[in-house]
């Protein structure tokens, strides 16, 4: 978000107290196409299409019987473990690979993979961790 120049503050010279500039975030950059192309490709690679999968093939359902009827029990809304296979593949596709060329554009991959912490190694790392924890809370829970 860019800052924009808003106002000088007075100078008290009582106390020496020099003059600050002050600058706010320019909130017009929201809506520009550069603000919302790099947000709507990283919703929808790390969060959206990931989500949409682990909900649609939860692996956390199971059935129960209860009063000679059987119930399906539901631990998880989204299963986490496929929310980060499906996130990792998907990462590793778009940001690594750069095999979507054609659909998106590489200035807005270099943009996301420069922003977010250690770029792509660190989303396939938090891909990694996130999904060693969600089997390692299936062990545990069995």
């Known amino acids: 978000m860019p800052w924009r120049y808003a106002v000088d503050t007075p100078a008290i010279h009582a106390i020496g107290l020099p003059s600050y ?55 998880y809304n989204y299963d986490p473990l496929v929310f980060n296979i499906v996130k990792c593949m998907i990462v590793s596709t778009v940001y690594g690979a750069g095999l979507l060329h054609g659909y998106v ?19 396939m790392l938090g891909c990694f961790v996130c999904g060693l924890c969600s089997i390692w809370e299936a062990t545990q829970r069995r």
């Open 21 to 75: 500039a002050v600058s706010i975030p320019d909130l017009f950059a929201l809506l520009t196409p550069q603000f919302w192309k790099p947000t709507l490709l990283w919703s929808a690679t790390n969060l959206f299409v990931p989500l949409t999968f682990a909900y649609f093939y939860n692996l956390t359902v199971h059935t129960v019987k209860r009063n000679n009827a059987r119930v399906r029990v539901v631990r």
């Open 105 to 123: 554009d590489q200035e807005v991959v270099l943009d996301i993979g420069l922003s977010q912490y250690s770029g792509y190694t660190g989303m």
